[in-house]
């Protein structure tokens, strides 16, 4: 697993790397500061990094820190959840809304597709199991509520929203708050349904070692 997760972290790595270029590419001086700025704002972009970096360091620092760290099943499980909501909103809701071509295909696929898919088979054969609880759902769901949060008050004053189910200035607070609730509640259903494959795999790899399940 160790080189699983350096296969993925070189394919997330690499497609921020190409997203940030084709983002910030032609500008300078305050728009590239600005640009740069948008890129880090993007949720998908966040839980790439995340994902990134939990995989990375498994790959080159499992037994340091923040190897053991990352790599403890509810962090590497938010990291799962988050990446798993941006592949999921990203097929339902936001590939509909335009056809990228040349570099900016395969970047939106690695970013959408391909991280969310590996990291779904790394979770599954890397990180321990059977140690979740149903109540560790409710803190995975704080970093979303603060981006949430951070989008919407950073929108009025940059004129942009990352996306346009948070657009207020388009939508209005109203239909947002709504839009926000129908992610939490996405989020809070993924994260349960992860929380039980944890509990189901453990179960059965308890069985399997000889030893009650956890």
């Known amino acids: 697993m160790r080189?699983?997760?350096a296969l993925i972290a070189v394919v997330?790595?690499?497609a921020l790397a190409s997203?940030?270029?084709l983002i910030t590419l032609g500008t300078t001086g305050g728009e590239f500061l600005i640009r740069t700025v948008n890129f880090v704002s993007f949720f998908t972009i966040l839980s790439n990094i995340f994902v990134a970096l939990v995989t990375m360091t498994t790959a080159v620092a499992p037994r340091t820190a923040p190897g053991r760290i990352l790599m403890r099943p509810v962090v590497a499980s938010a990291a799962m959840l988050y990446i798993g909501v941006t592949g999921?909103?990203?097929?339902?809701?936001l590939r509909h809304l335009w056809q990228p071509e040349g570099l900016q295909f395969w970047v939106d696929a690695a970013l959408h597709y391909a991280t969310p898919g590996l990291f779904l088979v790394f979770w599954f054969g890397a990180v321990i199991k059977g140690k979740l609880r149903a109540d560790i759902v409710s803190r995975m769901l704080v970093f979303p509520v603060l981006y949430a949060a951070y989008s919407l008050l950073r929108g009025p004053f940059a004129d942009w929203y990352p996306y346009p189910f948070l657009d207020a200035g388009q939508l209005g607070y109203g239909r947002v708050a709504i839009n926000i609730?129908?992610?939490v509640a996405g989020f809070a259903l993924l994260g349960l349904v992860l929380v039980a494959?944890?509990?189901a795999i453990g179960r059965v790899r308890g069985m399997?070692?000889?030893?009650?399940g956890v």
Do not use: E, N
Not at 208 to 212: E, L, R, T, Y
């Open 181 to 183: 609730g129908l992610l």
């Open 3 to 5: 080189l699983f997760g």
């Open 19 to 21: 997203q940030y270029y």
């Open 208 to 212: 399997s070692d000889g030893v009650p």
């Open 197 to 199: 494959v944890d509990r």
């Open 12 to 14: 997330a790595w690499a």
């Open 88 to 93: 999921v909103i990203y097929f339902f809701i």
